[in-house]
Every structure is written in C-alpha cells, then in structure tokens.
C-alpha cells in the first residue's frame, strides 16, 4: 500500500513545479482566510487595476504612450467610481427605503388577495393554511426589520471602513496600474527561471479571466442602465433599485436572473395588479434577458471559459459560501483556475513526453 501510495505522489510530484505551485496555492488560501479582512482594501484594489489593465493594454498596442494610457485608464476609474458612490448607490439606497416603509400596505393587499384562494380552490388550500402563511410572512417582515434597525445602529464603526476603502483604494489603484511591469518582474525573482508549467497556466488565466471581468463587469453596467431605462419608461416604482439589482444578477450564472424575477414581478404586481401594464412589463424584462444571453453575453465572452453549467453552479455555491459576493463573482475565473492547474499539471505533460518517445 505505501508503494502505491509513493509512485502516485511521484507522479503528481513529478516536477518541481508542481511542489512551487502547490506552495503557492496554499499560501494564498491561508492568507485569504486569516488575514482577507484585514487585506480587503489591497485585493480590491488589485482587482479593479487587473480590470482597467486592458484599457492600458488596448490604447499601447494603439502607440499611445503608457503613461498617458495610464492616466486615461485611471480617469475612468475615479470618473466610474465617484459616479457610482455619489449617483447610483444613494439613489438606490433611497428607494430601498421607501421600499421599506410601503412592506406593510403591499402585506396587507397580499393578504386580502390570499384570503380569496380557500374561495376559490377549496379542495387546494385550506383558510388555515393561509393565516399560517400570513403569520409566517408577517415574522420575516419583523425579523428584517430588526435587522435593518440593528444595522443602522452598529454601522458607525463601519463607517470608519469605508473612509479607508474611499481613500486607499483609489490611491493603491493608482500605484498598481503605474508600477505593474515593476510589480511582476519582482513577483518572477522568486520563481526558477524555468518555469513552462506556471507560464502556461499564467498566460490562460490572464486571457480568460481578463475576458472574464472586464466583460462581466461591462455586462453589469449594460443590463442595469437598461433595465433601469426600460422601468422608468414603463413608470414601474423603484426603478433604480431593480435595475441595479438586474445588473448585479448576472453575477450569478442561470441563478441570478431567475432570482430578481421575483421582486420586479411583485412590485409590478402591487402597482398595477393584473393587467396590460403588468404583462408588458413581464415581456419587456423578457426581452432584455434574452437579449443579455443570446446577443450580449456571446458579444462580450467571445473567447468564454468552457466549463460545463454543472461546474459553473457548483463553482457559485462553493466559492460563494467561501467568500461571499466575491466568492459569486469569481467563481468562473477561480473554476478555471483548477481547470488549467489540472490540464497543465505536470503527470500529463510527462506522460505525453513518454508517448513521444
């Protein structure tokens, strides 16, 4: 048994690449989970640099010079960031509270519309079944209340952290877009001078995932202006705050959409109730994702990670009980992470060498 466990771990430990990239894995794993808080600032920032990287790189293939590639790079930055700070999130925020405040009345009006279902379906649903639904309702309601409540109270401290991230983020931002080619030529001093393995594995991950976030974060920006667009024109209520909540739905692959349909289809309901508006409304939320996965998803990802919708969806649960919001939004690219580890790793290209000879 211990010689079989040996040639195995000889031949997943082939190369000495292997053993740095194991190493590598592991410390970013053990330093995402004990020290991420305190390093969330620094990671936001390389993300968001990582993200207007091919700003810089698309105006310097143009022989425009890095540096003023560069500051028209950060410019967009700064202008996306402070638009979104100072427009998009107050505006959302507003109307989520008035969204709030108007919970009772749209409760009641789905009580009095629940009432009718035992009169209508008596051999369905029973009047028993409704005043426990009712009360069931009525206790979640309560339950988000208080925590809206207690996260008013103790948001002060988080206040603090939000001043940091406003004021290092955007100056680390900065410094990672001007000093990148210093930043990984010091990242490569500590790596053998032969590396094909890692250099494979790097090169796919900086073209997918590249493609990845820069088209995921275009797609969000698109579908939320015209979902926000198309509410306002229709004269739905709460149309920021739906059209920001379409946008960032298409984080989460197949889920994501299926998920925000419920409220948009409910506040619709409360507003109009059955009728033209509602169904107009339906089919124009319709078309939009259509639009969004026949016509601008394939636009955007057209080199788009082959992994199979299964992997994808376990990749959405895992990551994202991990990490949260950004476990979700880079679910795909650490996904394909694994992939081209497991397709690069060095027992196959062994093998094939093996093969050859």
Same mark, same amino acid.
Do not use: C
């Given at each position: ?62 022989? &425009? ?196 349909? &419920? ?33 601008? &998803? ?60």
């Amino acid at each position: 048994m211990f010689q079989v466990l040996r040639k195995w771990l000889d031949q997943i430990f082939i190369e000495e690449e292997s053993i740095i990239l194991l190493l590598l894995i592991a410390t970013a794993l053990v330093v995402l989970m004990t020290m991420g808080n305190v390093l969330g600032p620094v990671i936001t920032s390389i993300i968001l640099a990582f993200m207007m990287q091919g700003v810089i790189t698309q105006l310097t293939k143009r022989r &425009v010079p890095r540096w003023l590639a560069i500051s028209v790079a950060f410019s967009i930055f700064v202008g996306t960031f402070f638009v979104a700070l100072l427009v998009v999130l107050p505006l959302a925020w507003n109307q989520m509270t008035n969204l709030f405040n108007e919970l009772p009345g749209m409760l009641s009006k789905w009580q009095q519309l629940m009432l009718v279902l035992p009169e209508q379906y008596p051999s369905f649903i029973s009047e028993t079944q409704i005043q426990d639904w009712i009360l069931l309702a009525k206790a979640e309601l309560g339950q988000v209340g208080q925590v809206v409540v207690s996260f008013s109270i103790s948001s002060i401290p988080n206040l603090i952290g939000l001043l940091i991230y406003l004021v290092l983020v955007p100056i680390l931002v900065f410094f990672f877009l001007k000093d990148h080619l210093l930043i990984v030529a010091w990242f490569k001093s500590f790596l053998p001078h032969e590396r094909p393995m890692l250099t494979k594995i790097w090169h796919e991950m900086d073209e997918q995932v590249a493609n990845y976030v820069r088209g995921k974060a275009i797609e969000i920006v698109i579908v939320g202006v015209i979902s926000y667009i198309a509410f306002v024109i229709l004269g739905l209520n709460y149309a920021a705050l739906l059209g920001l909540l379409v946008g960032l739905s298409v984080v989460i692959p197949y889920i994501g959409a299926a998920v925000v349909t &419920v409220p948009i289809a409910l506040i619709a309901y409360f507003q109009w109730g059955w009728g033209s508006d509602f169904l107009t409304l339906l089919g124009v939320y319709a078309v939009i994702q259509g639009l969004d996965g026949n016509v601008l &998803v394939p636009l955007l990802f057209s080199e788009a990670v082959n992994l199979h919708p299964t992997a994808i969806i376990l990749a959405v649960l895992v990551f994202g009980g991990f990490w949260g919001l950004w476990g979700v939004f880079f679910a795909i690219p650490l996904a394909t992470l694994i992939k081209a580890v497991l397709n690069a790793w060095p027992s196959s290209r062994h093998d094939a060498m093996l093969a050859e000879q």
